[in-house]
Structure formats: structure tokens, C-alpha cells
T-cell receptor, first 112, second 115 residues
Framework: DQQVKQNSPSLSVQEGRISILNCDYT??????FLWYKKYPAEGPTFLIS?????DKNEDGRFTVFLNKSAKHLSLHIVPSQPGDSAVYFC???????????FGQGTRLTINP | GAGVSQSPSNKVTEKGKDVELRCDPI?????LYWYRQSLGQGLEFLIY????????KSGLPSDRFSAERTGGSVSTLTIQRTQQEDSAVYLC?????????????FGPGTRLLVL
């Protein structure tokens, strides 16, 4: 069973506009959420995270929103830049547990 | 400082052969994780190590898969009698300690192709 789902395999956004990547989860025990970014032939790199005690976390152009009642989180990138083109994975974990549960990824393409 | 390194970067093998994949974590990181990413899929947890504690092997897909971590540093993932469905990118990650919320830093991965 897929506990973390990214239902959009791809997303195309114009440079300068807002990119919104979505993620849904089913396990209510998850209490820590992360976004990773992955370029081809490289490992994923950490982008931003949020604890379940918060509903928003912001870091520069990146903001993650968490809606616990809907079991939904989203990553907003504004303004989008060409270098943001990559595959984005959301991941979830349970505090005190070690493994991350990943979604399938969304390929973001920023068009000039 | 140096990040997580993995070797080989690519491995092509024949069905039925054994393979060994190596991971060098970031110096000072006590936790080490193995994941794999099959084509079109997300990352799938395989195993993690923390210090001298018994590893969590709950993600290993079959008994053909095993891993060890020597001296609390380098780790080797071994796949015996490889099958075509083992073809994937195998990713290693490390973190400072094993608590929820610790950022995991990933290596570039080993791309395994089983013919």
C-alpha cells in the first residue's frame, strides 16, 4: 500500500510563476514531513521539512504547507527558476522511527 | 566536507550472479540507510544501521539481500543470485543520529542492471 502519494507525475510551470507540488498521505501516525529534490544521476538533496505541530514552514522561495485534517501537504516555489527543474519527492516519518516513506516523485519543468 | 559516496556508480550483471554495493557515509554520521528506487517508483526503504545496535532489516525484500556495516562506517549491500527485478538505483544515506527529524544525506546511488 502506498502510504505517501504524489498523484502528479509531472508539472510544467513558466519561469517566474508559482510552482505547487502536492502530496497526500494515509498514515495518521506520520508526524514529520520532508521534501527532497533530485537531479538526474545525483542522489536526492534535502530541501525543506515540517513537523506536524506546524502548518507552515518557509525557507526563502520555498514554503511547505501541512493540512493534517486532509492528510495533505504541498510545496510552493515562488518565483520558479530554471534551476528548479528536477524531480521532487515528498517523504514522511514517525518521530522516533528511522525510515523515510517516500512518494513516487513529481518531475517539475520550469519553462523560460 | 565530503558527502556520502557510493561505488560502483554503475553495475551490469547477469542473472544469478552476486553483487556487492559499497557506501561511505559522511564522517561522524552514526546512522546509515539503504534505499532503492525502481524505474518510475519512489524510494523504498531497505535497511538502516545505528552504531552498534542491531540493524533494522524490515525493508529487505528477500533473504537474497543482506547488508553489513564494518567499524561503524563503511557499509556493503550484497545481493545474491540477482534477478531482473533487482534492477534499480540503490541509494545510501547517512545522518548524524537516529532520531525522527534528522536530515538524511544521500549519495549519488549505484545503478544496477541485471540482464
Amino acid at each position: 500500500d502506498q502510504q505517501v502519494k504524489q498523484n502528479s507525475p509531472s508539472l510544467s510551470v513558466q519561469e517566474g510563476r508559482i510552482s505547487i507540488l502536492n502530496c497526500d498521505y494515509t498514515n495518521s501516525m506520520f508526524d514529520y514531513f520532508l521534501w527532497y529534490k533530485k537531479y538526474p544521476a545525483e542522489g536526492p538533496t534535502f530541501l525543506i521539512s515540517i513537523s506536524s505541530i506546524k502548518d507552515k514552514n518557509e525557507d526563502g522561495r520555498f514554503t511547505v504547507f501541512l493540512n493534517k485534517s486532509a492528510k495533505h501537504l504541498s510545496l510552493h516555489i515562488v518565483p520558479s527558476q530554471p534551476g528548479d527543474s528536477a524531480v521532487y519527492f515528498c517523504a514522511a516519518s514517525i518521530q522516533g522511527a528511522q525510515k523515510l516513506v517516500f512518494g513516487q516523485g513529481t518531475r517539475l519543468t520550469i519553462n523560460p | 566536507g565530503a558527502g556520502v559516496s557510493q561505488s560502483p556508480s554503475n553495475k551490469v550483471t547477469e542473472k544469478g550472479k552476486d553483487v556487492e554495493l559499497r557506501c561511505d557515509p559522511i564522517s561522524g554520521h552514526t546512522a546509515l540507510y539503504w534505499y532503492r528506487q525502481s524505474l518510475g517508483q519512489g524510494l523504498e526503504f531497505l535497511i538502516y544501521f545505528q552504531g552498534n545496535s542491531a540493524p533494522d532489516k524490515s525493508g529487505l525484500p528477500s533473504d537474497r539481500f543482506s547488508a553489513e556495516r564494518t567499524g561503524g562506517s563503511v557499509s556493503t549491500l550484497t545481493i545474491q543470485r540477482t534477478q531482473q527485478e533487482d534492477s534499480a538505483v540503490y541509494l545510501c544515506a547517512s545522518s548524524k543520529r537516529v532520531v525522527g527529524g534528522e536530515t538524511q544525506y544521500f549519495g549519488p546511488g549505484t545503478r544496477l542492471l541485471v540482464l
